[in-house]
């Protein structure tokens, strides 16, 4: 009809203050154009065979790497027909670190997504990631720290040799079947590529916060009182803790039972956390608060397993903490004890933060 878009068109055509900056070449930062980047997905081949049950390291130098950014990092892989656990994408690798040279930049295990995904993804996500986490050709996130938001810059490190290192289970750890895989694995990185000008912004001087995670020893539980000497050295936000039944590996949940009614049992008589002998926490009932309080207060999900929490706020430096004063006591109930020495291990682990620093090539973490 005769007069559509015409209201449209008078917008277009309309004229404000703001016109002399966005159409001029007028250096006002508010109107500065954005880059003339392009996104690019690159995949690599990478390691020898066997590949299941060792540790593949995929290297490259960022000179040769298409684009200047960093932002997406997947694992490719082609599985035989078999029963395989659930988010048998998660379970086939015990360990990925990301290293520049000799640099240990970030490093996740297989328990660490397990966690995550259950604490900070939604539920549409952890259902999307079903999508590619099962079935025989696997599509796995590794979710480093770097993204859109929060590139890595390649392009700031020339004088540095990018390592992705890769601990894959072994076949039995996600199958009841002994096989390796169809084909040798891919990594696959997604880049940015940007203008001369925008890439200086990265090449002269640049930081960026990155995620960091850690573990303690598993601990045997040989008393009903049992300490824990808390050694990360780095700024810590969350820390988390489960039980972990023998033989069952991703199953975090206690079950001294088969009656789902009984199974909600608080095992703990209390849970104490100190810091250079200084205590964070009362005697608080452990179930409650550590399962469904903290996650409450902290604004990430209650998770399915029973993994328990405690958040630190905005971080605490442990890196200044003794850690020989540094400790959480648990006293497990006395009708669990039994059970609990018997057939559990005790896992703890971390999540935090540290900065990188690029400079003349080279990329560092704060304070090595």
Request: proline share 4%; hydrophobic share 40%; with cysteine.
């Amino acid at each position: 009809m005769e007069g559509d878009g015409q209201g449209s068109i008078a917008s277009l055509l309309a004229r404000g203050p703001q016109d002399e900056f966005m159409l001029t070449d007028s250096k006002h930062p508010l109107f500065n154009p954005a880059t003339d980047f392009s996104i690019d997905q690159t995949a690599y081949v990478f390691g020898s065979s066997p590949y299941l049950g060792t540790r593949q390291v995929f290297s490259v130098n960022p000179k040769q790497l298409q684009g200047d950014l960093l932002v997406g990092a997947y694992l490719k892989l082609s599985l035989p027909q078999a029963n395989y656990m659930a988010q048998a994408g998660r379970g086939i690798t015990n360990q990925v670190s990301l290293y520049m040279n000799e640099v240990e930049v970030e490093t996740w295990y297989a328990e660490s997504y397990f966690i995550q995904d259950q604490l900070f993804k939604t539920l549409n996500q952890q259902s999307l990631l079903g999508n590619v986490l099962n079935g025989t050709s696997l599509y796995i996130p590794l979710d480093f720290s770097f993204s859109l938001k929060n590139p890595f810059p390649v392009c700031a490190t020339w004088n540095q040799t990018m390592y992705i290192k890769i601990d894959f289970a072994a076949s039995t750890d996600i199958s009841e079947s002994v096989f390796d895989l169809l084909e040798p694995p891919q990594i696959v990185l997604e880049t940015v590529t940007l203008t001369d000008l925008d890439r200086q912004a990265f090449t002269n001087g640049y930081q960026m916060k990155i995620a960091k995670s850690y573990r303690e020893p598993v601990q045997s539980v040989t008393n009903q009182l049992t300490n824990v000497n808390l050694t990360p050295s780095f700024k810590v936000k969350l820390m988390t803790w489960f039980l972990r039944k023998e033989l069952k590996r991703f199953d975090f949940t206690y079950e001294r039972t088969t009656n789902i009614a009984l199974r909600n049992e608080d095992i703990f008589e209390y849970i104490l956390i100190f810091v250079n002998n200084q205590i964070l926490t009362s005697r608080f009932p452990g179930r409650l608060f550590y399962k469904y309080l903290q996650p409450l207060n902290c604004g990430v999900n209650t998770p399915v397993s029973d993994i328990y929490m405690y958040s630190f706020g905005d971080g605490l430096d442990f890196s200044k903490a003794n850690s020989t004063s540094t400790t959480m006591n648990i006293k497990f109930r006395t009708d669990f004890i039994k059970d609990i020495i018997l057939n559990y291990t005790l896992n703890v682990y971390y999540w935090g933060e540290a900065q990188l620093n690029f400079s003349g090539g080279y990329c560092q973490l704060q304070g090595l």
